[in-house]
């Protein structure tokens, strides 16, 4: 067990510290490690865990990391996998907070996000695609797919988008029988955060509408400033975006305020993982309720993509970006390059344009 323990340990701590780019790139790289490079899920255990990861309030990609690590390494792993998942992120983010409070400004990072960004795209197309394969296997999960789509672009919000795929399938299935000098006390950082962790779907901007709320306007801990601060360098760093509370936590009560704040908005994660995970290959083998979460995982993907379309209009915007992209492409698909090195690869040469050319 401990060599399956230090693999699930040192492949998150990886995907920690290189996954730029949000919960739909985490996925995907993800799938590259452990569906296709270990085969330690099939693809479609691997779909049938983001259809359930969806259906829990919390980070989707962490959730997916505490997952993985349940399946392969049992209750050792789903621990190993979540912390260590989160453990590189945090860590940026408190020395980037760190920084921000002493010097006043946020570092820049924007110039590395920016030649991530095209590489992420193809790593999480190539995921659709060989997803896509084991998602949509019948003419009416694929028109359940493009219906999702059309939901999501037409603003439905996805849990909703989610309910809806889900009941097509079981429809299907009957019908075919187929900085502050603010003091604010460590344990009201930490239940503000543990109810984030327990109520939050959607992404990080859904995070920053959630955050504002409180945290501007009903307690004035922070600015609006300082908020969007906290929010960008959760979405500019590696890892999951939700240690912005990490930033927060930092700026509001030091190292032992981002400690706390990230505890408390990850905590439920693993616990809805440790409740839902024994229940979904059950959910595999009966066939209504497989039948609806075919329909989910159908309705994912399609979420999926539509988070990529979005991203792809704002990452490929110039001559640089588009031959980041080209690159990629032919780095991922023409010579099966590993999609973890491309992207570190990406975010090397971002680092390397500024300091040598800003």
Same mark, same amino acid.
């Given at each position: 067990?401990?060599?399956?323990?230090?693999?699930?340990?040192?492949?998150?701590?990886?995907?920690?510290?290189?996954?730029? +780019?949000?919960?739909?790139?985490?996925?995907?790289?993800?799938?590259?490690? &452990?569906?296709?490079?270990?085969?330690?899920?099939?693809?479609?255990?691997?779909?049938?865990?983001?259809?359930?990861?969806?259906?829990?309030?919390?980070?989707?990609?962490?959730?997916?990391?505490?997952?993985? *690590?349940?399946?392969?390494?049992?209750?050792?792993?789903?621990?190993?996998?979540?912390?260590?998942?989160?453990?590189?992120?945090?860590?940026?983010?408190?020395?980037?907070?760190?920084?921000?409070?002493?010097?006043?400004?946020?570092?820049?990072?924007?110039?590395?996000?920016?030649?991530?960004?095209?590489?992420?795209?193809?790593?999480?197309?190539?995921?659709?695609?060989?997803?896509?394969?084991?998602?949509?296997?019948?003419?009416?999960?694929?028109?359940? /797919?493009?219906?999702?789509?059309?939901?999501?672009?037409?603003?439905?919000?996805?849990?909703?988008?989610?309910?809806?795929?889900?009941?097509?399938?079981?429809?299907?299935?009957?019908?075919?029988? $187929?900085?502050?000098?603010?003091?604010?006390?460590? &344990?009201?950082?930490?239940?503000?955060?543990?109810?984030?962790?327990?109520?939050?779907?959607?992404?990080?901007?859904?995070?920053?509408?959630?955050?504002?709320?409180?945290?501007?306007?009903?307690?004035?801990?922070? @600015?609006? *400033?300082?908020?969007?601060? =906290?929010?960008?360098? +959760?979405?500019?760093?590696?890892?999951?975006?939700?240690?912005?509370?990490?930033?927060?936590?930092?700026?509001? =009560? +030091?190292?032992?305020? %981002?400690?706390?704040?990230?505890?408390?908005?990850?905590?439920?994660?693993? &616990?809805?993982?440790?409740?839902?995970? @024994?229940?979904?290959?059950?959910?595999?083998? %009966?066939?209504?309720? /497989?039948?609806?979460?075919?329909?989910?995982?159908?309705?994912?993907?399609?979420?999926?993509?539509?988070? $990529? /379309?979005?991203? /792809?209009?704002?990452?490929?915007?110039?001559?640089?970006?588009?031959?980041?992209?080209?690159?990629?492409?032919?780095?991922?698909?023409?010579?099966?390059?590993?999609? &973890?090195?491309?992207?570190?690869?990406?975010?090397?040469? +971002? %680092?390397?344009?500024?300091?040598?050319?800003?």
């Amino acid at each position: 067990m401990r060599p399956v323990l230090a693999e699930i340990a040192l492949l998150f701590l990886k995907l920690g510290t290189i996954g730029f +780019g949000g919960p739909a790139a985490h996925i995907a790289l993800m799938e590259a490690e &452990v569906v296709r490079r270990r085969g330690w899920l099939s693809h479609e255990e691997f779909l049938d865990l983001v259809g359930a990861t969806n259906f829990i309030p919390g980070p989707n990609s962490t959730e997916m990391a505490i997952h993985v *690590g349940y399946r392969k390494g049992g209750w050792p792993g789903l621990l190993l996998a979540g912390v260590c998942f989160i453990l590189p992120a945090a860590v940026i983010v408190t020395l980037i907070a760190w920084a921000y409070v002493r010097y006043g400004s946020v570092p820049e990072l924007g110039v590395i996000l920016r030649s991530v960004k095209p590489v992420i795209i193809i790593v999480v197309v190539q995921a659709m695609w060989a997803l896509g394969k084991t998602a949509i296997k019948t003419p009416l999960l694929a028109a359940i /797919a493009v219906c999702s789509i059309i939901l999501s672009a037409a603003g439905f919000h996805e849990l909703i988008v989610l309910l809806i795929a889900g009941g097509g399938g079981a429809l299907a299935s009957r019908v075919h029988q $187929t900085p502050t000098t603010l003091s604010v006390e460590l &344990v009201s950082i930490f239940l503000f955060f543990l109810k984030v962790g327990s109520v939050l779907f959607g992404s990080g901007y859904v995070l920053l509408a959630f955050l504002r709320a409180d945290l501007v306007e009903r307690w004035h801990w922070l @600015s609006a *400033g300082q908020l969007l601060d =906290a929010v960008t360098v +959760g979405q500019v760093t590696p890892g999951p975006v939700f240690t912005t509370a990490t930033f927060v936590g930092y700026v509001l =009560a +030091g190292f032992p305020g %981002a400690a706390v704040a990230t505890i408390g908005i990850f905590l439920p994660a693993f &616990v809805f993982v440790a409740l839902s995970g @024994s229940l979904v290959p059950r959910i595999r083998k %009966a066939p209504v309720s /497989a039948a609806v979460l075919d329909g989910v995982n159908a309705g994912s993907l399609a979420l999926m993509a539509v988070v $990529t /379309a979005q991203l /792809a209009r704002t990452a490929v915007v110039d001559l640089p970006t588009a031959l980041l992209a080209i690159a990629a492409i032919v780095g991922i698909f023409v010579f099966r390059l590993n999609s &973890v090195w491309m992207v570190a690869g990406a975010a090397f040469a +971002g %680092a390397a344009a500024y300091f040598f050319f800003s």
